[in-house]
Protein backbone atom coordinates (compact mmCIF):
# COMPACT_ATOMS: atom_id res chain seq x y z
CA UNK A 1 0.00 0.00 0.00
CA UNK A 2 1.26 3.40 -1.70
CA UNK A 3 -1.03 6.40 -0.25
CA UNK A 4 -0.69 9.23 -3.32
CA UNK A 5 -0.86 12.23 -3.74
CA UNK A 6 -4.47 12.45 -4.40
CA UNK A 7 -5.12 10.51 -1.19
CA UNK A 8 -2.60 13.01 0.84
CA UNK A 9 -3.90 16.15 -0.97
CA UNK A 10 -7.05 15.29 0.05
CA UNK A 11 -6.12 14.71 3.69
CA UNK A 12 -4.19 17.87 3.48
CA UNK A 13 -7.43 19.61 2.21
CA UNK A 14 -9.32 18.51 5.12
CA UNK A 15 -6.93 19.41 7.94
CA UNK A 16 -6.99 23.17 6.14
CA UNK A 17 -10.29 23.79 5.97
CA UNK A 18 -10.81 22.35 9.70
CA UNK A 19 -7.98 25.11 10.37
CA UNK A 20 -9.08 27.73 9.17
CA UNK A 21 -12.92 26.89 10.07
CA UNK A 22 -14.42 30.59 10.94
CA UNK A 23 -18.14 29.25 9.92
CA UNK A 24 -16.72 30.76 6.82
CA UNK A 25 -16.52 29.79 2.99
CA UNK A 26 -13.11 29.22 1.97
CA UNK A 27 -11.55 30.01 -1.27
CA UNK A 28 -9.96 27.22 -3.84
CA UNK A 29 -7.39 29.80 -3.96
CA UNK A 30 -6.41 30.35 -0.60
CA UNK A 31 -6.20 26.61 -0.05
CA UNK A 32 -3.93 26.07 -3.20
CA UNK A 33 -2.05 28.87 -1.88
CA UNK A 34 -1.29 27.71 1.55
CA UNK A 35 -0.80 24.18 1.13
CA UNK A 36 0.68 24.52 -2.90
CA UNK A 37 -1.48 22.61 -4.63
CA UNK A 38 -2.50 23.52 -8.07
CA UNK A 39 -5.72 24.58 -9.26
CA UNK A 40 -6.44 21.65 -11.35
CA UNK A 41 -5.65 19.10 -9.00
CA UNK A 42 -7.51 21.02 -6.18
CA UNK A 43 -10.37 21.74 -8.07
CA UNK A 44 -10.71 17.88 -8.72
CA UNK A 45 -9.62 16.47 -5.36
CA UNK A 46 -12.71 19.09 -3.66
CA UNK A 47 -14.90 17.65 -6.43
CA UNK A 48 -14.42 14.20 -5.14
CA UNK A 49 -14.83 15.57 -1.64
CA UNK A 50 -17.71 17.24 -2.07
CA UNK A 51 -19.51 14.57 -3.80
CA UNK A 52 -19.13 12.30 -0.76
CA UNK A 53 -20.60 15.06 1.10
CA UNK A 54 -17.68 15.59 3.67
CA UNK A 55 -17.65 19.20 2.14
CA UNK A 56 -20.00 22.13 1.56
CA UNK A 57 -20.02 24.55 -1.51
CA UNK A 58 -21.14 27.89 -2.16
CA UNK A 59 -20.73 29.61 -5.77
CA UNK A 60 -20.10 33.10 -6.25
CA UNK A 61 -18.84 36.42 -4.04
CA UNK A 62 -17.32 34.96 -0.82
CA UNK A 63 -17.98 31.42 -2.05
CA UNK A 64 -15.93 28.45 -1.31
CA UNK A 65 -15.63 25.47 0.90
CA UNK A 66 -15.98 24.57 3.89
CA UNK A 67 -16.51 20.96 6.07
CA UNK A 68 -20.16 20.08 5.88
CA UNK A 69 -19.48 17.79 9.41
CA UNK A 70 -17.08 18.97 12.74
CA UNK A 71 -13.26 17.80 11.77
CA UNK A 72 -13.85 15.09 14.56
CA UNK A 73 -16.45 13.36 12.49
CA UNK A 74 -13.83 12.59 9.59
CA UNK A 75 -11.61 9.77 10.64
CA UNK A 76 -7.97 9.47 8.31
CA UNK A 77 -9.22 6.63 6.95
CA UNK A 78 -13.34 7.86 5.54
CA UNK A 79 -11.11 10.67 3.68
CA UNK A 80 -8.17 8.57 2.39
CA UNK A 81 -10.98 5.28 1.21
CA UNK A 82 -12.56 8.53 -0.41
CA UNK A 83 -9.15 8.90 -2.81
CA UNK A 84 -7.72 5.60 -2.53
CA UNK A 85 -10.22 2.96 -2.30
CA UNK A 86 -9.02 -0.08 -0.92
CA UNK A 87 -6.05 0.75 1.65
CA UNK A 88 -5.41 -3.00 1.00
CA UNK A 89 -1.28 -4.26 1.54
CA UNK A 90 -1.89 -7.42 -1.12
CA UNK A 91 -4.71 -7.19 -4.31
CA UNK A 92 -6.67 -10.31 -2.77
CA UNK A 93 -8.17 -8.32 -0.06
CA UNK A 94 -9.44 -5.22 -1.75
CA UNK A 95 -13.12 -6.61 -2.34
CA UNK A 96 -15.22 -8.01 0.82
CA UNK A 97 -15.36 -11.22 -1.04
CA UNK A 98 -11.67 -12.85 -1.42
CA UNK A 99 -11.92 -14.12 -5.16
CA UNK A 100 -8.46 -15.41 -5.22
CA UNK A 101 -8.67 -18.99 -6.27
CA UNK A 102 -5.46 -20.20 -3.95
CA UNK A 103 -7.39 -18.19 -0.87
CA UNK A 104 -8.43 -21.29 0.85
CA UNK A 105 -4.92 -23.21 0.92
CA UNK A 106 -3.24 -19.92 1.06
CA UNK A 107 -0.35 -19.79 4.00
CA UNK A 108 0.22 -16.49 4.08
CA UNK A 109 -3.43 -15.23 3.82
CA UNK A 110 -3.80 -14.49 7.54
CA UNK A 111 -0.47 -12.62 7.99
CA UNK A 112 -2.37 -9.70 5.18
CA UNK A 113 -5.70 -9.92 6.90
CA UNK A 114 -4.05 -9.12 9.79
CA UNK A 115 -1.87 -6.34 8.77
CA UNK A 116 -5.31 -5.19 6.76
CA UNK A 117 -6.95 -4.72 10.12
CA UNK A 118 -4.33 -3.34 11.67
CA UNK A 119 -3.77 -0.20 9.17
CA UNK A 120 -7.62 -0.35 8.76
CA UNK A 121 -8.25 0.12 12.57
CA UNK A 122 -5.23 2.51 13.06
CA UNK A 123 -6.66 4.91 10.18
CA UNK A 124 -10.27 4.51 11.32
CA UNK A 125 -9.15 5.52 15.07
CA UNK A 126 -7.55 9.58 13.49
CA UNK A 127 -9.87 12.05 13.19
CA UNK A 128 -8.90 15.14 11.64
CA UNK A 129 -8.70 16.89 14.72
CA UNK A 130 -6.99 14.71 16.29
CA UNK A 131 -4.40 15.67 13.79
CA UNK A 132 -4.55 19.01 14.59
CA UNK A 133 -4.97 19.01 18.60
CA UNK A 134 -1.37 16.58 18.01
CA UNK A 135 -0.69 19.49 15.59
CA UNK A 136 -0.95 22.44 18.27
CA UNK A 137 0.69 20.85 21.20
CA UNK A 138 3.62 20.00 19.18
CA UNK A 139 4.21 23.15 16.90
CA UNK A 140 1.62 25.92 16.80
CA UNK A 141 -0.94 26.90 13.87
CA UNK A 142 0.47 25.99 10.79
CA UNK A 143 -0.20 22.58 9.63
CA UNK A 144 1.68 20.16 6.67
CA UNK A 145 1.71 16.73 5.99
Not at 19 to 41: G, P, T
Not at 91 to 112: K, Q, V
Request: aromatic share 6%; hydrophobic share 35%.
Amino acid sequence: MKISTKGRYALRIMIDLAQHNKDEFISLKSISERQEISMKYLEMIVASLHTAGFVLSLRGKGGGYKLAKPADAYTVGSVLKLTEGSLSPVACLENPNNTCNRADGCISLPLWQKLDKMIDDYFESVTVQDLLDQHHQVVGDDYNI
